[in-house]
């Protein structure tokens, strides 16, 4: 049997690593919060703004209403909207809704009466 010296290799210490501390690591995360809340917040308005072009309520589905720039709509976008007049939209599809929800209701008395 041969016997040989060797070691194990020994991790070094990369000199240039840098040491992150806490209020840097906060304030990275408080960036990355705010960037995907605003990104998530453009695709859920311009989703409404999209449907509603579909459905033919709106005639341009990029105008969004972006209120004037202050540091409220600026940190949490608030006043931005899908710039779409919604109460024709709620006044037809009221009926439409109404008359949806009455089957599954119906189904539902009979299937509990037929149970019992």
């Known amino acids: ?16 690593e840098p040491e992150w501390k806490w209020p840097a690591f906060l304030g990275l995360l408080i960036v990355q919060l705010w960037a995907a ?9 311009f989703a409404h703004s999209f449907m509603a072009w579909i ?9 969004l209403n972006y209120a004037h720039p202050t540091l409220t709509v600026l940190l949490i976008q608030l006043g931005i909207d899908q710039n779409v007049d919604e109460l024709p ?7 439409r809704r109404l008359q949806s929800s009455a ?7 009979m299937r509990s009466s037929l149970t019992r």
Not at 1 to 16: G, L, V, W
Not at 37 to 45: L, N, R
Not at 103 to 109: E, I
């Open 89 to 95: 939209i709620f006044e037809v599809t009221t009926v």
């Open 37 to 45: 809340h605003a990104c998530v917040f453009f695709a859920h308005e």
């Open 55 to 63: 459905l033919g309520w709106k005639s341009n589905p990029l105008a």
């Open 1 to 16: 049997m041969i016997r040989t010296n060797f070691k194990r290799p020994q991790r070094q210490q990369c000199s240039s």
């Open 103 to 109: 089957l599954p209701g119906l189904w539902s008395a």
